[in-house]
């Protein structure tokens, strides 16, 4: 457990009533409706590596700390600038709008305030007389630092962000390891960052200085290893992530009573690492680590799952998860380190499903029937939605076919006269609404020309003349295949035998075949299976033949 796993889930935070998070940005796993509906996750590289890192967001803006320096980059996950220059950068927090970002400098023994339309720094306030600054929790004007972990005292303090130069105030916290902090509305909860038992501290900052609420007493609740801690917008609750016991808890944050337990599912793996609460506070997202865990997001009210992923690859960084809107942001580390920006998008989108079937025995130039629904896995029924459909030919040219609308329950019929033989794709795609995710589906159906056979021959003969049968293959808009094998089948009126023998095409689809027959009533049938470019045909030919008069 890394003892200086800063909080900085603090710039998610809130003003009573008014939404002040780092971690408030606009909705994307979830922006216009549809195309929010239809984006995707993505892990995005930032080019370094650190095992000390922290993550917040606010605006568009989202910054990574990385040693020596803070990677900003936007809301979708794109990298958009680095600081350079700091010593020991490591907990972070960011005005709800996205304008400032303030930096733990461990090294210089510092906080850093940078502009971040600039990138430049603004002013710096000296913290070496209380060790090193490695958590900071923002509230309105008020920022509050906790120190220690790298020898020397471990505390607590304010600054007032309002005066040209702050200075700090330290307040009195029993703490045993170095502090994770996070705030919201007018409560400030410190967190022990090391050791079992570890105790969470809870404070009223409603006034200048904090008020000591009380303790949640990790010998009582049995905590050990707290990894992170969030509060809810409206101040009203605390959300614990300790590596025992294994699961997210729900306190009180004026009784201090545990409220809920937000366990894992029976496929999550890995102990509670990091956690964050959604800006309107309906949602709790809380990451697990073992080699590389799972991210879920859960009701806040109820507890129950709403969705669940694991990262691409690596592992999920401890304290490292944010909320961007409805978006949840995480570092992911691989082998030595490595670090990537995870952005899951709107999880609270509930996903869509297409399907899609074509009818069998496809022809070239005639018509063709695509079935298939459309279903939401929440169960609602998805009314009439509009799709668009594409068709793909052999060759690889793609067409847009005019659209579908589903009916009630999901369902749609598209039809369509393929031009050409050949593999032909169908891709029929829905873009999703503000509350379910958009999704596609495709099929692609062998179709074949239209073949056609013609037979002629005597309908009238005498028995033991030799009899000439002829006809051709037709392919409607190709060359006949030459050399093919037709299959010829006689039956005799009254016989249950079944003589069957073979013909080949010849020029131009051409063919022809003899007979010598006895008397009776003969029905011919010629037949082509078809292959990969024709569909099948068959012809047939009756004829009567009388015994020879004498």
């Known amino acids: 457990m890394r003892l200086l796993a800063a909080k900085s889930r603090e710039s998610a935070l809130s003003r009573p009533g008014v939404l002040f998070g780092a971690l408030a940005l606009t909705a994307g796993l979830l922006i216009a409706p549809a195309s929010a509906a239809s984006a995707e996750n993505s892990m995005t590289d930032l080019g370094a590596a650190s095992s000390i890192t922290d993550l917040v967001a606010g605006g568009d803006k989202v910054a990574v700390s990385i040693d020596d320096h803070i990677v900003i980059a936007d809301s979708t996950g794109q990298v958009k600038g680095t600081i350079t220059g700091l010593s020991g950068a490591y907990g972070l927090a960011m005005t709800p709008d996205g304008t400032h970002l303030y930096a733990a400098l461990m090294g210089s023994k510092e906080v850093a305030e940078i502009?971040?339309?600039?990138?430049?720094?603004?002013?710096?306030?000296?913290?070496?007389?209380?060790?090193?600054?490695?958590?900071?929790?923002?509230?309105?004007?008020?920022?509050?630092v906790g120190y220690g972990g790298c020898g020397g005292a471990t505390g607590a303090l304010g600054l007032d962000l309002s005066v040209t130069v702050p200075e700090p105030v330290p307040f009195e916290v029993p703490l045993k390891a170095g502090p994770y902090l996070a705030a919201a509305g007018n409560t400030l909860v410190v967190g022990e960052g090391g050791g079992s038992p570890a105790d969470l501290f809870v404070?009223?900052?409603?006034?200048?200085?904090?008020?000591?609420?009380?303790?949640?007493?990790?010998?009582?609740?049995?905590?050990?290893?707290?990894?992170d801690v969030a509060v809810t917008p409206d101040g009203s609750h605390v959300i614990s992530a300790f590596t025992l016991p294994d699961a997210f808890?729900?306190?009180?944050?004026?009784?201090?009573?545990?409220?809920?337990?937000?366990?894992?599912?029976?496929?999550?793996e890995g102990y509670p690492a990091t956690v964050a609460v959604s800006p309107d506070g309906a949602y709790i997202a809380g990451g697990r680590n073992l080699f590389s865990g799972e991210?879920?997001?859960?009701?806040?009210?109820?507890?129950?799952?709403?969705?669940?992923?694991?990262?691409?690859?690596?592992?999920?960084?401890?304290?490292?998860?944010?909320?961007?809107g409805h978006?949840?942001?995480?570092?992911?580390?691989?082998?030595?380190?490595?670090?990537?920006?995870?952005?899951?998008?709107?999880?609270?989108?509930?996903?869509?499903?297409?399907?899609?079937?074509?009818a069998p025995d496809a022809t070239a130039q005639q018509p063709l029937t695509l079935t298939g629904r459309l279903t939401f896995d929440d169960g609602t029924a998805p009314g009439a939605q509009p799709l668009s459909v594409t068709r793909t030919l052999p060759d690889g040219s793609s067409a847009e076919l005019p659209g579908a609308?589903?009916?009630?329950?999901?369902?749609?019929?598209?039809?369509?006269?393929?031009?050409?033989?050949?593999?032909?794709?169908?891709?029929?795609?829905?873009?999703?609404?503000?509350?379910?995710?958009?999704?596609e589906a495709s099929v692609t159906t062998a179709v074949r020309y239209a073949s056609m056979l013609t037979l002629n021959g005597p309908t009238r003969a005498v028995a033991g003349t030799k009899l000439v049968f002829r006809g051709s293959l037709r392919v409607a808009g190709i060359t006949a295949p030459r050399n093919v094998r037709l299959t010829v089948e006689r039956i005799r009126s009254g016989d249950d035998d079944v003589i069957q023998r073979s013909v080949r095409t010849g020029i131009g689809g051409s063919y022809a075949f003899t007979d010598i027959l006895d008397a009776?009533?003969?029905?011919?049938?010629?037949?082509?299976?078809?292959?990969?470019?024709?569909?099948?045909?068959?012809?047939?030919?009756?004829?009567?033949v009388h015994e020879r008069t004498k």
């Open 327 to 358: 978006d949840i942001l995480s570092l992911v580390k691989t082998n030595a380190d490595h670090l990537y920006l995870w952005r899951i998008n709107d999880p609270t989108v509930r996903n869509s499903t297409l399907t899609v079937t074509a």
């Open 115 to 144: 502009d971040t339309a600039t990138l430049e720094i603004t002013r710096r306030v000296d913290l070496a007389a209380y060790g090193c600054p490695s958590s900071l929790a923002l509230t309105g004007e008020r920022l509050w």
């Open 295 to 324: 991210m879920t997001l859960y009701d806040t009210a109820s507890g129950s799952t709403i969705y669940a992923a694991r990262p691409p690859e690596g592992e999920i960084v401890g304290g490292s998860a944010a909320f961007s």
């Open 203 to 227: 404070y009223d900052v409603s006034g200048t200085t904090p008020v000591f609420r009380g303790e949640i007493d990790g010998h009582t609740y049995f905590h050990g290893g707290l990894n």
């Open 249 to 268: 808890e729900k306190w009180d944050a004026t009784t201090l009573a545990r409220v809920h337990a937000y366990e894992k599912g029976p496929e999550a």
């Open 405 to 439: 609308t589903t009916a009630a329950d999901g369902t749609f019929t598209i039809t369509d006269t393929p031009p050409t033989g050949g593999e032909v794709t169908y891709t029929v795609r829905w873009n999703g609404d503000e509350s379910h995710r958009g999704s």
């Open 520 to 544: 009776g009533v003969y029905t011919y049938t010629v037949r082509w299976a078809g292959d990969d470019r024709t569909g099948p045909a068959q012809a047939g030919h009756v004829v009567t």
